[in-house]
C-alpha cells in the first residue's frame, strides 16, 4: 500500500474550482489521508481524497498511443488498454471490469507509470503549473479493452476489491470512432 500525504505533490499540478494546486503524486495518487476501523483486533484502513467524494477510490484511463483519452479507433492494430489506478491497492486487490453484457475481465496488476500522469506532466510541463516527473505505480492495474467492440458509446463498469473485502465501483464512457475509410463492423 502507498501511504499518500496530506500535501500530495507538494501543492503542485493544475488548480480546481477553489484554486487550490490537485496536489497529485508522481504515481497518480491524490493527497489526501487515511481512516482506521477498529474492532477489537480487528482493523480496516480506508484512503480518502482530499475534497473529493469518499467512494472516489480509483482513476480510469483508456491509453492508446494514437487516439485521445477514452476515445479508441475502429480497425486498429490493437486494442487500447484500459488503466485502472486504485489509490490504496495492493498485492491482495484484485480489479475487474465489465462492458455491457460481456463477461468480466480480470486486470493484471502493473508496476509502471500512470498513463494518466504522463499526460498530465506532458500537459502542464512548462507551465506554473508543471507536475513532478511521474514515477511507476505499485497500484495500478491494465487490460485491452474487447478488440471487437463495435464502433459508439460503450459504459465500462471497474470493480475493485481490497484484502479486507471492501469493494468499490466506479464506471467511465469510452467511445469507439470508425476510422475513416474503415468499416465500423470490422
Known amino acids: 500500500h502507498v501511504l499518500a500525504e496530506v500535501r500530495g505533490g507538494s501543492w503542485e499540478g493544475p488548480r480546481d474550482d ?26 480496516e484502513a480506508q484512503f480518502k481524497a ?20 477514452h476515445q479508441a479507433h475502429v480497425g486498429q492494430w ?5 488503466f485502472v489506478n486504485v489509490f490504496d491497492g495492493g498485492p491482495k486487490t484484485t480489479v475487474r471490469y465489465l462492458i455491457g453484457d460481456r463477461e468480466p ?21 512548462e507551465t506554473p503549473e508543471a507536475v513532478a516527473r511521474p514515477e511507476p505505480s505499485s497500484h495500478l492495474w491494465k487490460a485491452p479493452l474487447p ?14 476489491t481490497n484484502e479486507f473485502g471492501r469493494t468499490d465501483t466506479t464506471s467511465t464512457l469510452v467511445e469507439v470512432k470508425a476510422q475513416a475509410g474503415a468499416d465500423a463492423s470490422e
Not at 27 to 43: I, S
Not at 50 to 69: F, I, L, N, Y
Open 50 to 69: 482530499a475534497s473529493r467524494p469518499s467512494d472516489w477510490q480509483m482513476r480510469v484511463t483508456v491509453h492508446q498511443p494514437t487516439g485521445g483519452e
Open 105 to 125: 475481465v480480470s486486470m493484471e496488476r502493473t508496476i509502471e507509470n500512470d498513463p494518466f500522469m504522463e499526460r498530465l506532466h506532458q500537459r502542464v510541463e
Open 78 to 82: 490493437s486494442p487500447p488498454t484500459l
Open 18 to 43: 477553489r484554486n487550490v494546486p490537485a496536489a497529485t503524486m508522481e504515481d497518480g495518487t491524490p493527497n489526501g489521508y487515511y481512516t482506521l476501523h477498529f474492532d477489537g483486533t480487528d482493523y
Open 147 to 160: 478488440a471487437d467492440l463495435q464502433a459508439g458509446t460503450h459504459k465500462v463498469t471497474v470493480v475493485s
